[in-house]
């Protein structure tokens, strides 16, 4: 069974770049649609982004399109989130999930609720 294994948390200035990683281990990331989603404290929750099993296909979210950019290492079995100019309204816990209900199959809507392993979470801080 997938499980997925986060980076450790991260502290960058305003404006500043950051890259996140989530390792698939059991089995390879190639197979599921995975997804970034941030837990903001007083903001409402947000997919930040979400790749296609093949990596071939990537959605943003308006807010982060221009500056952050999703890929898929399949050498690796991993996916990362590259960050940049980040904002202190960024600070939060970023989660990454793989859709393993639904083997091969690219959710668009990058639904979180679709997803069923999730990592254990990575604290972004952003700050002066």
């Known amino acids: 069974q997938l499980q997925l294994v986060q980076s450790g948390g991260v502290t960058v200035q305003v404006g500043g770049a950051a890259r996140l990683s989530c390792t698939g281990s059991?089995?390879?990331?190639?197979?599921?649609?995975v997804l970034w989603f941030r837990q903001v404290p007083g903001k409402e929750h947000e997919t930040v982004s979400c790749i296609s099993p093949s990596g071939s296909l990537t959605l943003y979210a308006e807010s982060v399109k221009g500056r952050f950019t999703i890929s898929k290492d399949s050498a690796e079995n991993a996916v990362y989130l590259e960050m940049s100019d980040l904002r202190p309204e960024e600070t939060g816990v970023y989660f990454c999930?793989?859709?393993?209900?639904?083997?091969?199959?690219?959710?668009?809507?990058?639904?979180?609720?679709?997803?069923?392993?999730w990592g254990q979470g990575t604290q972004v801080t952003v700050g002066s």
């Open positions: 999930a793989a859709d393993t209900r639904r083997p091969g199959y690219w959710d668009n809507g990058c639904s979180p609720s679709e997803y069923t392993t």
């Open positions: 059991a089995q390879q990331l190639s197979l599921y649609s």
